[in-house]
């Protein structure tokens, strides 16, 4: 059996909206349940309680449970910045946030497109949702972001990158 916190405001959409739960079970072949004191519980095989938790761990950090289900595919991985962590104030971690978002969400919509990563900005995390290259491509624009660079410099690091994972992926083929 595996156990899970999820957010707040997260949990009450669960609770609000069965089919999440439903969509998590038949995918996974497991059984979940939201005990009295908020916490999830996932009860199925090693397998799928792993991926049932990577699905509803991806749900709590802010991405919708159609992206979330990508998990149960292989290739598919969930990662996550703590920004608590990496930023010491409050008024910086808003800064930071309002960074990777970017003016009407031009920066997470550029980040996500030239990555092929979904990125959830949720609470205090960044999070996102791909291959391991789309993710550490994603990842890139986002710690040059966290460290202060400029958008340009993390858009130049975040597609010399791609750019550097699709040769890789060109010379593989041969």
């Known amino acids: 059996m595996q156990q899970l916190y999820i957010p707040a405001k997260r949990l009450r959409l669960i609770r609000d909206k069965k089919y999440i739960i439903e969509t998590v079970e038949r995918q996974c072949g497991c059984k979940v349940t939201i005990g009295s004191d908020d916490v999830v519980e996932i009860n199925g095989d090693a397998f799928s309680e792993f991926n049932a938790k990577n699905m509803l761990q991806a749900f709590g950090r802010g991405f919708d449970i159609e992206t979330a289900c990508k998990l149960n595919d292989m290739d598919y991985y969930f990662a996550s910045i703590d920004l608590e962590q990496l930023v010491n104030s409050e008024k910086r971690k808003k800064q930071v946030k309002a960074r990777i978002i970017g003016r009407e969400g031009r920066t997470k919509k550029y980040i996500?497109?030239?990555?092929?990563?979904?990125?959830?900005?949720?609470?205090?995390?960044?999070?996102?949702?791909?291959?391991?290259?789309?993710?550490?491509?994603?990842?890139?624009?986002?710690?040059?972001?966290?460290?202060?660079?400029?958008?340009?410099?993390?858009?130049?690091?975040?597609?010399?990158?791609?750019?550097?994972?699709?040769?890789?992926?060109?010379?593989?083929?041969?």
Do not use: P
Not at 130 to 151: F, Q
Not at 153 to 174: G, V
């Open 112 to 174: 996500e497109e030239v990555s092929g990563a979904k990125i959830s900005i949720y609470g205090d995390t960044a999070s996102f949702l791909g291959t391991i290259d789309e993710i550490n491509e994603a990842e890139t624009a986002v710690n040059t972001l966290i460290d202060g660079g400029t958008h340009r410099l993390a858009y130049a690091r975040m597609e010399a990158a791609h750019r550097k994972n699709k040769r890789q992926a060109r010379a593989a083929k041969f």
